[in-house]
């Protein structure tokens, strides 16, 4: 199966830092990636549909200036998360899809924490 | 957003035991996938489903997709230790946008060794 890549693994930060959220999809090309939110025991949740060389799309709810989402080439989107707070800590995981676009791969996700 | 309804929430079985797993939807489905996530991690793909009635096997799991379109199940016979994590259904609704998954609310097994 295809390989997506996320960075960091974790981050731990103060409030009102900015963090960044590399996703990179290692062999093979991605013209769209998914952003997911995922709280303790619970599903994912889409938060925003990254889309290579134009804006992004946010899920209803999502502030789309809290969470900046860039996706500069076909194998790289980034997710910021502008001023965080202790209500943003969570689970953030990456996807995108394979050849053909059928299923989709995840990256390891990214726990963040804010103190 | 919208989530699959998934049955049950979770599971604690002895070693050997086979388990089934299901979720339903109030709409029908192209697509559905099975996906299993460890503590910490991202979820990993386990099986695609594309066509109705379709019964498709990785190892010791098994996964049907529902005649009705609007339902998916998930077998793993013969448990092992190692199958404890949190399983979700995926899918995609017919008309939906391309790559766009609902989840399900997901099952927890626990193996007991």
């Known amino acids: 199966g295809a390989v997506v890549s996320q960075h960091p693994s974790w981050v731990i930060c103060k409030s009102g830092t900015s963090v960044k959220i590399e996703c990179r999809s290692l062999?093979?090309?991605?013209?769209?990636m998914f952003w997911y939110r995922q709280f303790p025991k619970q599903s994912l949740m889409l938060m925003a549909t990254?889309?290579?060389?134009?804006?992004?799309?946010?899920e209803q709810g999502v502030e789309k200036d809290k969470f900046l989402i860039n996706h500069a080439s076909l194998t790289l989107s980034t997710l910021t998360v502008t001023s965080a707070h202790p209500e943003d800590s969570s689970f953030y995981i990456c996807?995108?899809?394979?050849?053909?676009?059928?299923?989709?791969?995840f990256g390891s996700g990214t726990q963040l924490s804010v103190l | 957003g919208q989530q699959l309804n998934q049955s049950p929430q979770s599971m604690f079985i002895q070693e050997g035991e086979d388990v089934s797993m299901n979720c339903t939807s109030s709409s029908i489905f192209n697509t559905w996938l099975w996906y299993k996530q460890d503590p910490g991690e991202g979820p990993v793909l386990l099986i695609a489903l594309y066509k109705a009635g379709e019964l498709t096997s990785n190892g010791r799991l098994t996964a049907q997709f529902g005649i009705t379109r609007k339902d998916s199940f998930l077998n793993i016979s013969a448990s092992i230790p190692s199958d404890v994590g949190i399983y979700f259904c995926a899918g995609r609704a017919r008309g939906g946008a391309t790559n766009k998954l609902i989840f399900g609310t997901g099952t927890l097994l626990a193996v007991q060794p």
């Open positions: 062999d093979f090309q991605a013209t769209t």
């Open positions: 996807s995108a899809p394979g050849t053909g676009g059928e299923k989709l791969f």
């Open positions: 990254s889309n290579e060389g134009s804006k992004a799309t946010y």
